[in-house]
């Protein structure tokens, strides 16, 4: 017990009080450069939204990529600064742990390879934050692109973390119009032509109401032929993530007007004239 008895305490202390500043210091400009350079990049790219007319979720996905960048040169930089505070040479623990170096190297090639796929992602604009995609065996909105990283969220409200090298096939299903489709069965008792007639004139209320469809709807005709009833398709393209919303007021819409139809077999639906 004599190392015990030979150890200046008060010298100890001191010394250890010291280490504990120095690291609440550290901790303290850590939290507030990060909020610091937080708010900062969010400045920024709103005012390069507004100057260069970005869309939103291009500046959104460029924020977020900026966010974390940020974070991790500003994660490094804290921890070479920690191991300085307990003499510790950051560089030369790396280069001199030759077995725990080589795990970093083989690490590292994952890490390059999200970074890289990550870059050419954003580079060619194939994603943007609030695009609707599929890729890696999920489906829903990207919420965040970052280095490493892609969070997608699937619309039973799981998040998915995606890393980027393991984005080999992409899928954007908001680039452009998209397509309602909706099938609707009627019995082979029915006539086609006052089905097909009813249908339409349907379609043409419902796409002056909403301003979201593009084109159509139309009646395409038969599609196929069950054990007990016929399928008509119709069709329109709508406006980005608008279809299935088109699919659900064509389906109530057209089930309305058959059941009137049924009530009153004397109604008849004047079809409008094509523009």
Not at 120 to 136: N, S
Not at 213 to 239: M, S
Request: charged residues 25%; hydrophobic residues 45%.
């Amino acid at each position: 017990m004599d190392w015990i008895e030979s150890i200046n305490w008060e010298q100890f202390l001191l010394d250890a009080g010291m280490v504990i500043l120095k690291l609440l210091a550290v901790l303290i400009a850590f939290w507030i450069a990060r909020a610091v350079g937080r708010r900062l990049i969010k400045n920024a790219f709103s005012k390069a939204q507004v100057r260069r007319k970005m869309s939103a979720g291009r500046t959104k996905t460029l924020q977020s990529l900026a966010v974390s960048a940020y974070s991790y040169i500003l994660f490094f930089i804290t921890l070479v600064i920690v191991l300085g505070i307990f003499d510790i040479n950051a560089a030369g623990l790396i280069a001199g742990a030759g077995v725990v170096g080589l795990a970093i190297g083989f690490g590292a090639q994952g890490l390059v390879s999200d970074i890289v796929t990550g870059f050419f992602l954003l580079l060619e604009k194939q994603v943007d934050v609030g695009d609707y995609i599929t890729v890696a065996g999920y489906d829903g909105i990207v919420e965040e692109v970052g280095l490493r990283t892609m969070q997608l969220r699937s619309f039973d409200g799981t998040l998915n973390y995606v890393p980027n090298r393991e984005v080999g096939s992409l899928s954007n299903h908001t680039r452009g119009n998209m397509q309602a489709l909706v099938d609707i069965a009627i019995p082979y008792t029915d006539n086609i032509d006052d089905a097909v007639s009813i249908i339409q004139t349907v379609c043409d209320d419902i796409k002056e109401q909403n301003p979201k469809i593009v084109e159509g709807p139309d009646v395409l005709g038969v599609q196929t032929f069950g054990t007990a009833e016929i399928t008509l398709r119709i069709i329109a393209k709508t406006e980005a993530m608008e279809q299935w919303a088109v699919e659900r007021d064509l389906r109530k819409a057209i089930k309305e007007a058959l059941d009137e139809k049924q009530e009153d077999p004397d109604k008849t639906y004047a079809e409008k004239p094509q523009e």
